[in-house]
Antibody, heavy 125, light 110 residues
Framework: HVHLQESGPGLVKPSGTLSLTCAVS?????????WSWVRQPPGAGLEWIGE???????IYNPSLSGRVTISIDRPYSRFSLRLNSVTAADTAVYYC??????????????????WGQGRAVVVSS | QSVLTQPPSASGPPGQRVTVSCSGG????????VSWYQQIPGSAPKLVIY???LRPSGVPDRLSGSKSGTSASLAIGGLQSDDEADYYC???????????FGGGTKLTVL
């Protein structure tokens, strides 16, 4: 079974950069699956941040585009999130997740079938 | 303000059937498949329905999904106490070019 685990600082200063990594185990990161980041502010709903594929292709939430970068590190079987110029509004639990496929190769947009446990990040001075 | 609209709450007694609705538009639900997630407070979301009405392995058939036009629904039959959770719908939006979520529905088993 594929397992995902987020890691990174739990506290980031305003105007700084939020950096998180998601380790993929129990399966290959070089697969037809896209790999995603989703966040959830305290007491609020889910927000899709973006996705990446093993070849470096990316799709980002337009509302965050310009501040967000998702990259993949194939040798270490992990992918990362960087969010620049953070404010208190970026305080959230950040989840990494795998995008499901059908027929083992076609991405199913919006269907995230494996999730990490989440990493709480607070933006505060 | 979420792109997909869900009622904030739903409830029912044990054994009953409850339906959670998700309303969108032509660029999202009207053109793309819908997924549903169950989230127990303090835990990560869990995919329970994808491609409108398919269940991942391990999800009981008491949960079912449907879609009609620009709306979708999640039905939970034979309510149990461990069905108490927040439920979210999601879909791709062709105009926004991204995944959009509903605001979530808190299900209470009375």
């Amino acid at each position: 079974h594929v397992h995902l685990q987020e890691s990174g600082p739990g506290l980031v200063k305003p105007s700084g950069t939020l950096s998180l990594t998601c380790a993929v185990s129990g399966g290959s990161i070089i697969s037809p699956n896209w790999w995603s980041w989703v966040r959830q502010p305290p007491g609020a709903g889910l927000e899709w941040i973006g996705e990446t594929l093993h070849d470096g292709s990316n799709i980002y939430n337009p509302s965050l585009s310009g501040r967000v970068t998702i990259s993949i590190d194939r040798p270490y079987s992990r992918f990362s999130l960087r969010l620049n110029s953070v404010t208190a509004a970026d305080t959230a639990v950040y989840y990494c997740a795998r995008v499901a496929t059908q027929a083992t190769k076609y991405r199913i947009p919006g269907a995230l079938d494996v999730w990490g446990q989440g990493r709480a990040v607070v933006v505060s001075s | 303000q979420s792109v997909l609209t869900q009622p904030p709450s739903a409830s029912g007694p044990p054994g009953q059937r409850v339906t959670v609705s998700c309303s969108g538009g032509r660029s999202n639900i009207g053109s793309n498949a819908v997924s549903w997630y169950q989230q127990i407070p303090g835990s990560a979301p869990k995919l329970v329905i994808y491609n409108n009405n398919l269940r991942p392995s391990g999800v009981p058939d008491r949960l079912s999904g449907s879609k009609s036009g620009t709306s979708a629904s999640l039905a939970i039959g034979g309510l149990q106490s461990d069905d108490e959770a927040d439920y979210y719908c999601a879909s791709w939006d062709d105009s926004l070019k991204g995944v959009v979520f509903g605001g979530g529905t808190k299900l209470t088993v009375l």
